[in-house]
């Protein structure tokens, strides 16, 4: 059974910087891609960002680049994103995803990350 976990959510100063952590398990994930996003209030699911668990390949939106960094510990099982610059307009619940050949098969429950101005 597949179980992904995000921790690291809270409130922060725009400007400031939050680290999230995902704690993968239930299989190997060598096969997956882990990705990143995130649901405003009153809006729908977006691409935040992806990592390729084999090769470590990323990929990011562009709202995000430049200030987030996605990394994953294979030792650990677990995928972090860590958040800088942070900006009012990435209020949102972050969710952990994991998937093959571009669907995200598996979700975790979110964390809420509030950017105060």
């Known amino acids: 059974q597949v179980q992904l976990v995000e921790s690291g959510g809270g409130l922060v100063q725009a400007g400031g910087s939050l680290r999230l952590s995902c704690a993968a398990s239930g299989r190997t994930f060598s096969r997956y891609v882990m990705g990143w996003f995130r649901q405003a209030p009153g809006q729908g699911r977006e691409f935040v960002t992806s990592?390729?668990?084999?090769?470590?390949?990323?990929a990011y939106a562009g709202a995000v680049k430049g200030r987030f960094t996605i990394s994953r510990d294979s030792a650990k099982n677990m995928v972090y994103l860590q958040m800088n610059s942070l900006e009012p307009e990435d209020t949102a619940v972050y969710y952990c995803a994991a998937g093959v050949a571009g669907t995200y098969a598996y979700w975790g429950q979110g964390t809420q990350v509030t950017v105060s101005s």
């Open positions: 990592i390729n668990w084999s090769s470590g390949s990323t």
